[in-house]
């Protein structure tokens, strides 16, 4: 579980925790300890402060960490390397705690231990200890939101103030459509931890990632404001979403969701989804791809191959998955990307 402020995951810090060693890319804060008191400091550092209570004092601990900020939202990989039990003290933010590998038995205060895996998230609740049992071959990512900004972003799509505390189911599935979608932005921050800076480290896509990961707990994941999210709902004015659509086209390139479109033209986001239905045929994420994907071809085809890259385009134009993004150029075009570029502008 992870517990820092936001200066601590930024760059140039100037508190060192024991054991951390230099980032191996810009804006990855990594960490690495044999001993279990030099490993809780390490961590503290960045996390919520716990104990640790070792299976085998004869064990050797690994504990490796790397951690980067996405917006407001910070991302941790961690592992131990042997079985271990993790008791942390109360928190005040939002986790979320995804096995990548092995599996992690949970408990948040008093609830009901929870097994998770690679297709099972534990949501944790500020106010509350957590104590978490790892099993030896166990790496999990370690997603922390801070309670004020799921909060704001959950009144902007509701369109109202929350007058009681956010609380959500403990388990989350990771294998419905939407738990899916979420697992996937969240894995594409971690690919950043070893190959580098890429698109989820663009200034303009960064906001696109965060609220990628902050909508799909909110839409994904059940929790006590569910069902005003999604109930039923008046169907939308042609008028609004007549204005999302000249939104959409008029800033293809800022990170947009369902959620933050429907906000912009003052719908619930049942409402826009209804109306783009009824009115333009197919909804409102999937038009926003088509103008994208036009918004590139027409870049490509007036860029020289030697002054840009595909992904460079494709980025300016709020495009983050990029194989994905090559998979649907050519299903609407019959050729690559890089064919495109690769002719000489008319």
């Known amino acids: 579980m992870v517990e820092a402020s936001r200066g601590e995951l930024s760059a140039g810090q100037t508190d060192d925790p024991v054991g951390t060693t230099p980032p191996p890319t810009p804006g990855v804060t990594t960490a ?34 790397s951690a980067i900020s996405v917006g407001s939202l910070t991302v941790g990989r961690l592992r131990y390397g042997l079985d271990l039990r993790l008791v ?3 928190a005040s933010q939002f986790h979320v705690n995804t096995p990548l590998s092995g599996t992690a038995r949970s408990r948040s205060g008093t609830s009901s231990p929870l097994l998770t895996d690679s297709q099972t998230a534990a949501v944790f609740p500020p106010g509350d200890f957590a104590e978490i049992e790892w099993s030896a071959d166990c790496t999990q990512l370690c997603l922390m939101i801070p309670r004020g900004v799921l909060e704001s972003e959950l009144e902007h799509i509701l369109g109202s103030s ?33 190959d580098g800076p890429g698109v989820a480290s663009h200034p303009l896509a960064v906001r696109h990632v965060e609220r990628l990961l902050l909508d799909g707990v ?24 007549a204005r999302a659509v000249d939104v959409l086209q008029d800033r293809p390139s800022e990170p947009w969701s369902t959620a933050t479109l429907a906000r912009e033209v003052h719908l619930s986001p049942r409402a826009l989804q209804e109306g783009f239905q009824r009115d333009v045929g197919r909804p409102p994420m999937t ?20 002054t840009t890259t595909v992904s460079a385009v494709a980025s300016r134009w709020g495009i983050v998955h990029m194989g994905r993004f090559a998979a649907a150029y050519r299903k609407a075009f019959g050729e690559a990307p890089s064919q495109t570029l690769a002719r000489l502008p008319d």
């Open 32 to 65: 690495r300890a044999s001993d279990p008191s030099e490993a809780e400091e390490a961590v503290a550092r960045l996390y919520l402060p716990h104990r640790l209570h070792l299976s085998s004092a004869s064990d050797p601990l690994d504990m490796q960490l």
């Open 88 to 90: 942390t003290e109360d």
């Open 162 to 194: 929350v007058t009681a505390p956010l609380r959500f189911g403990f388990s989350m599935d990771l294998t419905t459509p939407m738990g899916r979608s979420w697992a996937d932005a969240l894995r594409l921050v971690t690919r950043e931890m070893d």
């Open 218 to 241: 909110l839409l994904g994941q059940d929790h006590n404001y569910s069902k005003a999210l999604t109930g039923p709902a008046r169907p939308g004015a042609t008028g609004p979403v």
């Open 287 to 306: 038009y926003l791809r088509e103008v994208r994907l036009r918004r590139t071809r027409d870049e490509l085809r007036a860029a020289a191959p030697n």
